[in-house]
């Protein structure tokens, strides 16, 4: 058989699997979901299997020879051959286990090492040398920790007491973040691409397009919203940059904007998206999972917060348009756009899917029910009207496009139990968690700042889901303590591990958009930066704010008084960094809005009056400066 044979029986091979996967969690979520460890065995069959089919060993830009990848593709059959088995396997050996009082045959103890390093080589195709890189000191801690002088040393750990922990147990590779991943997070990727294939992001973005069509710099505008929706359910930054920016940098390019402006526009709106409610990058569920607050109470704890995000990139677009003098949409392109009737009357339909879900888990459904419903009720909405209905075709390719999204943060979930299995085997949590809070002395802002340096670390090079649940289980227990509530914590390292993908030096998701615009690395990186700004703010407002949540307000006075502070905060933060309010400004100015801002978390009512009043003396002049401006102008 011919190389060429053999790509195209893959290629049946990997759309038969895909399709096969997006089918298998359909029924286990809506008619019968099976134990728990058939479901996350069966489920990381899929993801290992398809990732070693599609995402061979050497790419074709790599520098090796044609007989070398022939050979590697052989192999990749082979490994996909494995990821299939080895976790079926590990599903009967912990059923076995069960039935006889935890005894496992020694001889399952070798696949279980095999079964870690094809994990890990999975995870390497998926995620890069990041998490690898971080599974490898973990696993090396686990065996040379008890060499390590001090208050980081363990009890020697053999290992196959190392792979019952984390194999043949739920305390590691088939633990609860797989479980999430086997559930939620699948289904609300498959409707993701439902939403696709039945139009509704073609709708958003035209809504978008018309809503910026006359405001200076709106392609930047709309770039933000489509990113920014995109990249809540892709659950990586850097994989939605890859994705949207193809369509969005040259536009921006196109309308006035900085080719290095407009990459860090894109890969700020890309890492916002992780924030952003209600799929927050998949991350949402595990967070749900991990505390035991009910999936929606994290939804409307987390909207305000990234709702100023998203607000803080648009006022900063929309003065560095004003800056540059930057013409709309509708300058640059003439033609008559479609009307806000004509579009509503078009794909009104295409969110009755999304207020049925959203009402449902409001409810109290499952979020798996709630999805599983979302999904039925959109293929149906979706093919009532004639421009909306897919095509046969186009159904099979949903459900293997649904399939293929989930694949990276599906095998991340896995390969990150390992963290979590070497965590709890070796206390590594509680004793570094202990030594932060030595370090602070109970001073909270000083524990707050070494949780915050901690988690962008974190976020420099690992996908959203593995960032949360590393941070979780090591930096979260040195919070908690010190914290009312124990879910500001964990949204606080939340965000700083997401912002690390836009935090320099290495900042993945600007480097993945520098190189879709051309533009240079170094200067892309810092716009990136100063754009996602207020991401580096809002979290302290979780814990010195807690009404900023909703949940936890005590009135709604309180939300609007947090409202208010953020606000102000956000104004002059965006401001001092952006180098424009309505007006140019000049250092003193943007030095006394930086000080403003960080005044603002003082919880003094007299501190916060005096610098609000301020800061809004600030935008009065400024305004009237650039309305004096104008009219000398005209």
């Known amino acids: ?7 195209g029986v893959k290629n049946i091979i990997v759309a038969l699997l895909l399709t096969s ?71 009967h050996t912990l059923d076995l286990a069960n039935l006889n009082l935890g005894y496992i045959d020694p001889n399952a103890y070798f696949l279980g090492g095999i079964f870690i390093l094809v994990l890990m080589e999975a995870t390497r195709r998926v995620a890069g040398k990041g998490l690898i890189i971080v599974l490898l000191i973990f696993i090396c801690y686990s065996y040379l920790g008890n060499l390590i002088p001090g208050f980081l040393s363990h009890r020697p750990i053999p290992t196959k007491l190392l792979i019952d922990n984390l194999v043949f147990s739920t305390r590691g590779i088939f633990g609860l973040v797989l479980g999430v991943s086997a559930t939620y997070i699948f289904l609300f990727v498959l409707f993701g691409s439902v939403m696709q294939y039945t139009k509704l992001t073609d709708f958003i973005w035209k809504i978008a397009q018309k809503v910026s069509r006359k405001i200076p710099g709106g ?52 890492t916002g998206g992780q924030i952003l409610p209600p799929i927050m990058g998949a991350t949402a569920f595990v967070i749900s999972e991990y505390i035991g607050i009910p999936y929606i109470k994290i939804i409307f704890a987390a909207t305000l917060p990234a709702i100023f995000y998203f607000l803080s990139i648009s006022f900063m677009i929309y003065n560095e348009s004003l800056k540059l003098g930057l013409g709309t949409l509708e300058e640059i392109d003439n033609t008559k756009s479609e009307t806000y ?94 030594y932060i809070v030595d370090i602070a002395h109970q001073n909270l802002l000083l524990l707050l700042i070494l949780a915050m340096v901690a988690s962008i670390i974190l976020g420099l090079g690992l996908p959203t889901v593995a960032v949360y649940i590393v941070g979780a289980t090591i930096i979260v227990p040195a919070l908690v303590d010190m914290i009312e509530f124990p879910l500001s914590a964990h949204l606080f390292i939340f965000y700083y591990g997401v912002i690390g993908a836009v935090t320099p030096p290495v900042a993945l998701a600007s480097l993945t958009a520098s190189g ?119």
Not at 536 to 562: G, K
């Open 219 to 270: 392609a930047a505008q709309v770039a933000t919203l489509a990113s920014g929706m995109m990249g809540m359910i892709s659950g990586s930054a850097v994989g939605n940059v890859a994705t949207t920016g193809v369509f969005t940098i040259p536009l921006m390019k196109k309308t006035g904007f900085k080719d290095y402006y407009a990459a860090g526009v894109e890969a700020a709106a890309s």
């Open 516 to 634: 879709i615009a051309h533009a240079d690395f170094s200067k892309t990186g810092w716009a990136g930066m100063r754009l996602a700004v207020v991401g580096f703010i809002v979290p302290f407002f979780f814990i010195y704010y807690p009404s900023i949540m909703i949940i936890y307000a005590e009135s709604f006075w309180s939300i609007l008084y947090a409202v208010a502070i953020i606000s102000f905060s956000v104004i002059a933060l965006t401001g001092a960094f952006e180098g424009y309010l309505f007006y140019p400004l000049s250092y003193f100015l943007r030095i006394i809005l930086l000080f403003c801002s960080f005044l603002l978390l003082i919880k003094s009512i007299f501190i916060q009056l005096a610098i609000g009043s301020i800061i809004i003396g600030i935008i009065i002049y400024l305004f009237l400066s650039a309305k004096r401006k104008s009219i000398k102008t005209n």
């Open 1 to 7: 058989m011919t190389l060429r044979n053999i790509r």
């Open 21 to 91: 996967m997006s089918l298998f969690h359909l029924y286990t979520g809506g008619i019968a979901l099976l134990p728990a460890n058939w479901q996350r065995g069966i489920h990381l069959s899929f993801l290992l299997s398809l990732v070693f089919l599609l995402k061979p060993a050497f790419s074709k830009e790599s520098k090796v020879n044609s007989e070398l990848k022939k050979i590697s593709s052989f192999f990749d059959i082979l490994l996909a051959i494995f990821g299939a088995f080895l976790p079926i396997f590990v599903a």
């Open 341 to 434: 009737s004509k579009i509503v009357k078009d794909g009104w339909h295409l969110l009755i899917p999304i207020v049925i879900m959203v009402g449902m888990l409001i409810k109290g459904f499952s979020p798996v029910y709630s999805a599983i419903w979302g999904i039925l009720t959109a293929l149906i909405v979706g093919n009532l009207r004639k421009h909306t209905r897919m095509k046969w075709f186009e159904f099979f390719e949903m459900l293997q496009k649904g399939a293929g999204n989930a694949l990276s943060v599906g095998v991340c979930c896995a390969a990150i139990g390992i963290v979590i299995g070497i965590t709890s085997q070796t206390s590594l949590g509680i004793v570094f968690s202990s």
